[in-house]
């Protein structure tokens, strides 16, 4: 039950920050790009929303988890940090690190100052994140499962998601994969196209 209140939290931090980021201003300096931009940065910012849940989602997690070792003993809690806390513990904080830092550098009005170095930014981050996601899905995927045992209406669930082969269950993988790869996809649509306008700019200054 925990876990359920903390995702409709997520959900409400997820939907008041895109409503903040999309005010009137903020919103006139997104329609002010062209197309190209406009597009980049909707995908940027697509995937900062995606990894934002990721991080939050990870963050809960180990709340529940932490919690329910600690009412089931001092061997549970023991064995619970030292397998699993600090492995995922590290990669949800420097996940968080980079969650915390996108979001101020994904706001319009900073994006359009320094467009280029927040796609390098991204691509960075969305980089790494594809190349560590089958160590952290491992421990995301077994901390979901022991979540889920934890409430016993979600017991045949989470032990679907341990099963060979595909399973409509499984596709619970998308929400987490993707912020990673918006990132790199925005980033270097991004990049791109900001290296284009400024090369064009350098050409018209040396023709005229």
């Given at each position: 039950m925990l ?176 912020g990673p790869i918006l ?26």
């Amino acid at each position: 039950m925990l876990l359920l209140i903390f995702l409709v939290v997520i959900l409400l931090f997820l939907t008041v920050y895109t409503r903040r980021m999309l005010t009137e201003a903020e919103g006139q300096i997104v329609h002010q790009m062209n197309s190209d931009q406009r597009r980049g940065f909707m995908i940027s910012f697509t995937g900062v929303l995606f990894l934002t849940f990721t991080v939050l989602i990870s963050i809960s997690i180990v709340i529940v988890l932490l919690m329910d070792a600690m009412n089931q003993g001092q061997d549970t809690l023991g064995y619970l940090v030292f397998f699993y806390l600090l492995p995922f513990g590290f990669l949800v904080c420097v996940g968080l690190g980079a969650m915390i830092s996108l979001l101020r550098k994904i706001k319009p009005s900073y994006y359009s100052q320094q467009p280029r170095q927040v796609s390098k930014y991204q691509m960075i981050v969305g980089a790494i994140g594809l190349i560590t996601f089958p160590y952290f899905y491992h421990f995301l995927k077994m901390g979901i499962h022991m979540t889920l045992t934890i409430y016993n209406w979600f017991m045949e669930f989470a032990y679907t998601l341990d099963k060979s082969g595909f399973h409509s269950g499984k596709l619970i993988i998308i929400p987490f994969i993707a912020g990673p790869i918006l990132l790199l996809i925005g980033g270097l649509i991004g990049y791109y196209t900001n290296n284009n306008q400024a090369n064009e700019k350098m050409n018209v200054e040396e023709l005229e």
